[in-house]
């Protein structure tokens, strides 16, 4: 086993633990606050949810039962192009974000008024500040000309967005490295203690020392978190994404269950799925993705599907993040989300900042876990 003693130059001053779109942003953040950062992550043998995610930066309707959970979900978008930007500085990588809007498909009218509602109140709940548009099929094809006969209609956000997932996890990744950050592939963390002021985080193949360490290990995070006095009560929740081969540009605003990359391939998805770490496809969901997608766009239909994938969500009870700092083990954090892509720059900007020189100009009590026990 490798040691890191208190005295040695590659001690670092936090370990994240995770080395996905979640860990890679809280690093960056932690390096921007002059912090040395080591990754400790499982390696290809791990679930990587950050390589199987749609790629949406998407704000409508999330936070319909939680006012913060909105919050920082908007804050995250008008965030991301500055973050964009410093990453294709940093790398000369461009992780083709687009932000022009979002629009949300609806094949009946009882689901465009269900939506209708509940944007609605969010936007009472945030004393009218919560910008979104209702508009019928007429309207939409105003947006995009192909939609279907059968869409009753959408609802239009001008703060969502999409990125190529791919291109930010290397971007992330790549930037991390140049400034001076260590990645370090040891296989699952096995244990987390505390000696002293100092951290010790033992994996299969190694073990580390540092001053804090961040857990942001995805669906792992349910065995470490009890182990510096936190509590990830997480499940798997699977989600299918279809790729078809490369038509004409004609979508020019991502949806909630279709995206167009900058490629010309086509990205259908949005299933929901409990069936525990399977991360494998099925037949008759992606049968179900194809037709809704087919009757939101017809073109869509005598196209080739050239490949598919299962990746796992990660989901609380409520499905929203915890973000909490640990009371027995000073230094320990938990940041655990299923919303990576668009909680990115949050998580790079003022979870980093939270973190680094407990700066917090958000409100987190909404987030910690605590909240399972009531």
């Known amino acids: 086993m490798t040691q890191f003693s208190t005295g040695s130059s590659h001690r670092p001053d936090v370990c994240v633990l995770g080395g ?3 860990g890679l942003s809280v690093a ?10 080591s990754i400790i992550d499982e390696g290809d043998t791990g679930l990587r949810a950050s390589r199987g995610n749609f790629g949406l930066v998407w704000v409508q309707g999330k936070g319909d039962t939680l006012a913060d959970y909105a919050q920082i979900s908007r804050l995250s978008a008008k965030l991301w192009p500055q ?9 000369g990588i461009n992780i083709e974000l687009q932000q022009k809007g979002g629009l949300f498909f609806c094949l009946s009218d009882d689901e465009l008024e269900q939506r209708k509602t509940m944007l ?21 094809r105003n947006f995009i000309p192909e939609a279907g006969p059968e869409v009753v209609g959408a609802t239009y956000s001008p703060e969502d967005g999409h990125l190529n997932p791919l291109f930010l996890l290397r971007a992330l990744t790549e930037c991390f490295i140049k400034q001076g950050g260590k990645i370090h592939h040891s296989g699952k963390v096995c244990k987390l203690s505390k000696h002293g002021q100092s951290f010790k985080v033992e ?79 099925s037949t008759q969901v992606m049968a179900t993705i194809a037709a809704r997608a087919s009757k939101m766009f017809p073109l869509l239909k005598n196209i080739r599907l050239i490949r598919a994938w299962g990746a796992l969500r990660i989901m609380t009870p409520d499905g929203y993040p915890i973000y909490q700092a640990s009371q027995t083990h000073q230094g320990a954090y938990l940041v655990t989300c299923h919303s990576g892509v668009t909680l990115g720059a949050f998580h790079h900007g003022p979870i980093a900042d939270w973190i680094a020189n407990d700066k917090q100009d958000f409100e987190l009590e909404a987030f910690h876990a605590k909240r399972f026990a009531i």
């Open 203 to 281: 994996t299969e193949k190694e073990s580390y020392q540092c001053d804090q360490i961040v857990l942001a290990a995805g669906l792992g995070n349910k065995e470490l978190a009890p182990q510096v006095g936190l509590n990830a009560p997480l499940t798997p929740n699977r989600g299918q994404v279809l790729i078809c081969e490369r038509v004409k540009p004609f979508l020019n605003y991502p949806t909630g269950h279709v995206r167009q990359t900058n490629e010309g391939t086509i990205q259908l998805g949005d299933s929901k799925e409990d069936v525990g770490f399977d991360t494998g496809t």
């Open 20 to 22: 996905g779109i979640v």
């Open 83 to 91: 973050f964009a930007q410093e990453l294709f500085s940093k790398t």
């Open 28 to 37: 960056l953040g932690l390096q921007r606050n002059g912090l040395i950062v």
């Open 120 to 140: 609605t109140m969010m936007q009472k709940e945030a004393n009218g500040d919560y910008p979104f548009e209702v508009l019928d099929l007429q309207q939409l």
